[in-house]
């Protein structure tokens, strides 16, 4: 049996949205949210809440249009806003006025615009390759390989397409590794093996420029200053630069950053530098 239930909530928008629920530490248990990145899933974070269901109750959640959540019939609401306000709504829908979190690129971004409109929600943050500024050539990347996935036709053939498209981001993967990868990447159905989000995602995230999809956000990063604050680079990453971290790092009293050797955007967390460096955080700071 796992050790989560499948959980629903429904949104504003009368969206029915689906959360993976680690919920057995005990009734006071610190909980931690855990948000995935732009196409990814509650899937990713299975690494993570293993290694802290004893101590926390961990939310990992899907939004709008990925994973085991519904699809959104206008594509126009598929934005870091509505993804926001959705969390909030969950939080809302568990009691929980403030949580940890941990954010992966697209769920990073999420954390530092919660912080910013409802200052105090977020107790902590772990995040996960993303900053207060990208590299506009990693928008760009993201932009030209979202929506792209060939025709599938069997597991294996995912697992090559995977390998060959990931093989500079995930270069310490191995055979099982990336088994593993495709399985929390794809899912099957009617016979033919598909992305696991709504292809409509892409529309407005592909309608503007990289150097205007992703603004300033050094202001906005600001209510994040008094919190303690993990961030997780990728060595290779082309999204969030070696000098964001040093500038966070310099600018930000209870930050702390660790790259994780060989990585791309963005890192799977499981990885022993990553691993490592949530348990000492959440020992730190999840009480």
């Given at each position: 049996?796992?050790?989560?239930?499948?959980?629903?909530?429904?949104?504003?928008?009368?969206?029915?949205?689906?959360?993976?629920?680690?919920?057995?530490?005990?009734?006071?248990?610190?909980?931690?949210?855990?948000?995935?990145?732009?196409?990814?899933?509650?899937?990713?974070?299975?690494?993570?809440?293993?290694?802290?269901?004893?101590?926390?109750?961990?939310?990992?959640?899907?939004?709008?249009?990925?994973?085991?959540?519904?699809?959104?019939?206008?594509?126009?609401?598929?934005?870091?806003?509505?993804?926001?306000?959705?969390?909030?709504?969950?939080?809302?829908?568990?009691?929980?006025?403030?949580?940890?979190?941990?954010?992966?690129?697209?769920?990073?971004?999420?954390?530092?615009?919660?912080?910013?409109?409802?200052?105090?929600?977020?107790?902590?943050?772990?995040?996960?390759?993303?900053?207060?500024?990208?590299?506009?050539?990693?928008?760009?990347?993201?932009?030209?390989?979202?929506?792209?996935?060939?025709?599938?036709?069997?597991?294996?053939?995912?697992?090559?397409?995977?390998?060959?498209?990931?093989?500079?981001?995930?270069?310490?993967?191995?055979?099982?590794?990336?088994?593993?990868?495709?399985?929390?990447?794809?899912?099957e159905e009617d016979g033919q093996i598909k992305s696991n989000y709504d292809p409509a995602i892409t529309q407005n995230f592909n309608s503007v420029s990289a150097e205007q999809s992703m603004p300033d956000m050094w202001p906005v990063?600001?209510?994040?200053?008094?919190?303690?604050?993990?961030?997780?680079?990728?060595?290779?990453?082309?999204?969030?630069?070696?000098?964001?971290?040093?500038?966070?790092?310099?600018?930000?009293?209870?930050?702390?950053?660790?790259?994780?050797?060989?990585?791309?955007?963005?890192?799977?967390?499981?990885?022993?530098?990553?691993?490592?460096?949530?348990?000492?955080?959440?020992?730190?700071?999840?009480?």
């Open positions: 049996m796992p050790d989560f239930t499948h959980e629903y909530f429904t949104n504003s928008d009368g969206l029915k949205l689906h959360y993976r629920d680690y919920n057995t530490a005990g009734g006071d248990a610190p909980v931690v949210l855990c948000m995935p990145g732009l196409t990814r899933t509650s899937n990713d974070f299975a690494h993570v809440a293993d290694s802290l269901k004893a101590k926390c109750r961990v939310i990992c959640l899907d939004k709008r249009g990925r994973g085991l959540s519904e699809w959104d019939s206008d594509p126009a609401r598929y934005h870091p806003g509505t993804y926001v306000a959705d969390a909030l709504e969950l939080l809302n829908h568990l009691g929980q006025k403030s949580v940890h979190a941990i954010g992966t690129s697209m769920g990073g971004l999420m954390t530092i615009l919660m912080q910013a409109a409802q200052p105090g929600v977020i107790k902590s943050a772990v995040i996960n390759d993303i900053g207060p500024e990208v590299d506009p050539e990693g928008i760009k990347r993201i932009q030209n390989n979202i929506g792209t996935t060939p025709e599938l036709k069997t597991w294996e053939d995912a697992e090559q397409y995977v390998e060959k498209t990931a093989k500079h981001i995930f270069p310490y993967f191995n055979d099982d590794d990336w088994k593993w990868f495709t399985r929390i990447t794809y899912i990063f600001e209510g994040l200053k008094s919190v303690p604050v993990l961030i997780i680079r990728g060595e290779t990453s082309d999204l969030l630069m070696q000098s964001t971290l040093e500038r966070m790092e310099s600018e930000y009293p209870l930050l702390t950053g660790v790259t994780v050797p060989q990585a791309g955007h963005a890192p799977m967390l499981h990885e022993k530098e990553a691993a490592d460096a949530i348990a000492s955080f959440a020992n730190k700071n999840y009480t």
